[in-house]
Every structure is written in structure tokens, then in C-alpha cells.
């Protein structure tokens, strides 16, 4: 497939705004500024374009919860900080190729009447900020931001700001928290950010993937980016390939692409032609798919109806000779340290569901260990639904997930000796 978001990767004329533009860059904000505002809105709605942060948003759609009564400022924050175990497009995208998802920012600042946008760049991430800075310093000093961009009499400005060294501040809510320099806590919703937002403004929050796909939309039109879709969900689509497969990396393929042909086709199969034992398709929060199970559409619809999810396309492979219980141990100890402790059913649940986890790959008391496995759906059930924010469920969700599909291999741990792999032909630990 031709590539597009990822097109300019390794090109380092891609890092200044001549070398972008003669790469073909900003052929859709040329086009966005001799539209109407709302013309922009209603091609980006035609294209399909879903959120790429993990929700899946229809973009577009979004874009219209703005009031068109409210009199106070409208802004557009980037979420940059992406902290999704499994997810490196966002840094790859800011890193290799800045002035595509800015020229996106522009457009949907254009398109949605804004005049302040921010980007949100996670904070460990020192030099893709620093690219991104470079980038919109040089376009404030070529014209295309600031009082008027593209002499067009539109005004804009964009800010970078740092992160705050948070998972959890991936959360929109969150976000917006720490971009007023508070605390990075999930507020309670509604009121939503598109009516209460950034200092109580009317804000819209998109991923750096979304926008950078934006261009495109306008440069070559809605239909042609939802040819390259399912129905529904338009456009390429970016997945990160890591785990047991023999050439991770950073994929652009078809929205709705095989699984089977992502794993056995594009990433070369699996590290020793090991057989396959499992997929984590959608980053660390997702549940898993077994070997029987991707044969799959990577798509939201799809995938939701598999009980699990698309997410951010963090797609994670295992390989048969891996401890399920020890992957879902390190992945609960990661949302245990990364609760921000404001929901009790959060801050204490995780901390549960790990504890428990590190007792049954490590070892212990035998009734206890059952007592904890028989408390364990329990602790799930009331920890989903229960919190300002989906941190408890995306907790909840691979711990089910793997229980589910791999009862056996958590039934052989509940002997109290620890992990079956670890033991030696004894069967000691």
C-alpha cells in the first residue's frame, strides 16, 4: 500500500518547511483556507475519519459538539503524551515527519474557529518536543502562524507544552488539568471539554494521528480517504507491531486489515517459528485474542465484538513458551503505579489485582492464593464503572481477558510454587 502519515519517515528534508512543501506538503491547507469553515468540518465527517487515541471518536462528528452560542474563546489541544504501553506512533510521527500533523492542527483550528492551540507532548519525550518546537517556530517566522496565516486574515497560534510524566495525564480530562498547571486528575463528565474545556472554554482534544490525516482528507478528498476503509471507518491506519514477531515496527496499512496477514505477512511471522499463543491487539488495556481468534478485521467494530479492542493499535504479539500470568502481572503492576489515586475502587483495586498477581507467579501460601483467585472477578466487578475515569477498566479488562482464556494456565500456579516455567524437572521452584 502506498504510505501516507508515515510517507516522509526518514527524510530529513521532512524537518523544514521547504523540503515538507516540496514533498507535497501543504497542499490541504491551501485548500482548507478557500473553504468555508464548516465545508472543512463536513469533508473530514465524509471521510470516516475516527479518532486514533483509542476511544475512536467519529473526528468530525466531534468536532461538532462545539456550542455555536458560546461567546468565550474555542481552543484545540493535541494530545501528544502517549503513554499507552505497545504505542510509538505518536513519537514517531512528531519525530519524523512535525509539519504533517501541524499542517492537521492548522486545518482544525481553521475549521473549528480557533485561535490558541496546544500541543500536549508527553514529557520523556525531550526530543520529539524539541522537533516539534522547531517546527512551529518556523512556521511563525515563514507566515503560516500567527496574526495571518497564509495571509488569509485567519490569526492562530500554537503552543507546545511539556507533559506532566503521566499515564494517567493521556486521559482528556486529565489533560486539560495539566495544561492549566493543576494536578493531573480526570475531571467528573459532563460537562465534557467541547462545552467545558481548557479554562473553562470550549475545547476539542484530538490525537496526533487524527491530524495527521487531516491533510490528506483535504488534499485528496473525503472519498478517496474513505475508499482507503471499511464503511464506517475511513482512511489508513497506523499499527504499532511489537512482541514475538520477527520485524516490529510501525505499520501503514488499510483501516480494518487482517490480523493473521499483519503478524504472519507484513512482521515476517513469529521470532524462532515459535507457534503463536496470543495477540494483545489494542495496547496494554485491551484483552487478548487466542490463536483461534485472528482470523480478525483490526478495526473497532470488529474487534469490539471480539470483546476487546482497537485502542491505540498497540498490537503486542506473544509466542508460545511466554507466562501469561507474569505478562498480566508486569501489566497490572504498570496501572497500579500509574493510578492517580483520586477513585478508590481504582487506587485500591489495582494494587489488589497486582498483589494477587505477583502471589500466583511468584508463589505463597496455597489457600491463600485460592482465596485471592476466588476474590478476583469480584474485585473486577467493582472496580468497572465505578470511577471518574476508565483506568479501572482498562485494568480490568486484560486481567479478564487472560483469566478467561488461559484459566489452565492460572489454575497450574495456584499450587503456591510459583510459575510452572520456572521450576526445574523436580518440579521444584
Not at 504472519?264 to 491487539?281: F, M, N, Q, R, S
Not at 498497540?314 to 489515586?341: D, P, Q, Y
Not at 505477583?358 to 505463597?364: K, N, T, V, Y
Not at 479478564?400 to 510459575?419: Q, S, Y
Amino acid at each position: 500500500m502506498e504510505l501516507f502519515a508515515t510517507k516522509n519517515f526518514g527524510k530529513p528534508e521532512a524537518l523544514t518547511i521547504a523540503g515538507y512543501k516540496a514533498l507535497g506538503g501543504f497542499q490541504g491547507l491551501d485548500k482548507a483556507l478557500a473553504m468555508p469553515q464548516q465545508a472543512v468540518i463536513d469533508e473530514v465527517k465524509k471521510a470516516s475519519l475516527r479518532g486514533r487515541g483509542g476511544a475512536g471518536f467519529p473526528a468530525g462528528v466531534k468536532w461538532g459538539f462545539l456550542p455555536k452560542d458560546n461567546p468565550k474563546p474555542r481552543y484545540l489541544a493535541v494530545n501528544a503524551d502517549e503513554g499507552e504501553p505497545g504505542t510509538f506512533k505518536d513519537r514517531l510521527l512528531m519525530e519524523g515527519d512535525p509539519f504533517g500533523f501541524l499542517e492537521g492542527t492548522v486545518i482544525s483550528s481553521y475549521a473549528l474557529n480557533v485561535h490558541h492551540a496546544y500541543v500536549y507532548v508527553r514529557g520523556e519525550f525531550f526530543k520529539a518536543r524539541r522537533i516539534v518546537q522547531d517546527a512551529v517556530d518556523a512556521l511563525y517566522k515563514e507566515g503560516l502562524l500567527g496574526k495571518s496565516v497564509c495571509g488569509s486574515g485567519y490569526e492562530l497560534d500554537v503552543t507546545v507544552h511539556p507533559g506532566a510524566g503521566a499515564y494517567i495525564c493521556g486521559e482528556e480530562t486529565a489533560l486539560l488539568e495539566s495544561l492549566e498547571g493543576k494536578r493531573g486528575e480526570p475531571r467528573i463528565k459532563p460537562p465534557f471539554p467541547a462545552v467545558v474545556g481548557a479554562f473553562g472554554c470550549p475545547t476539542i482534544i484530538n490525537n496526533v494521528e487524527t491530524l495527521a490525516y487531516v491533510p490528506w482528507i483535504l488534499a485528496k478528498g473525503a472519498d478517496w480517504f474513505a475508499g482507503y476503509g471499511i464503511a464506517g471507518e475511513g482512511g489508513p491506519k497506523l499499527f504499532c507491531m511489537s512482541g514475538d514477531v520477527k520485524r516490529p515496527g510501525l505499520y501503514e496499512l488499510h483501516s480494518g486489515a487482517n490480523l493473521r496477514e499483519l503478524i504472519y505477512e507484513h512482521c515476517g511471522g513469529i521470532v524462532g517459528d515459535k507457534k503463536l499463543l496470543a495477540v494483545i491487539p489494542g495496547g496494554a488495556s485491551s484483552a487478548p485474542l487466542t490463536v483461534d481468534e485472528i482470523d480478525v478485521g483490526m478495526d473497532f467494530e470488529t474487534l469490539k465484538k471480539k470483546g476487546t479492542m482497537l485502542g491505540s493499535a498497540a498490537t503486542m504479539v506473544i509466542a508460545e513458551g511466554r507466562c501469561v500470568v507474569k505478562i498480566l502481572a508486569r501489566t497490572l503492576k504498570f496501572f497500579h503505579h500509574e493510578s492517580c489515586g483520586q477513585c478508590t475502587p481504582c487506587r485500591e483495586g489495582t494494587g489488589w489485582l497486582h498483589r494477587l498477581m505477583e502471589r500466583l507467579e511468584h508463589g505463597g501460601e496455597p489457600d491463600v492464593i485460592r482465596k485471592d483467585m476466588g476474590l478476583l472477578f469480584g474485585i473486577c466487578d467493582n472496580m468497572v464503572g465505578n470511577t471518574i475515569c476508565v483506568l479501572a477498566d482498562a485494568a480490568v479488562m486484560p486481567t479478564k481477558g487472560f483469566v478467561n482464556k488461559f484459566r489452565g494456565v492460572f489454575e497450574a500456579h495456584m499450587d503456591g510454587r510459583g510459575c510452572p516455567l520456572h521450576r526445574d524437572a523436580q518440579g521444584h521452584p
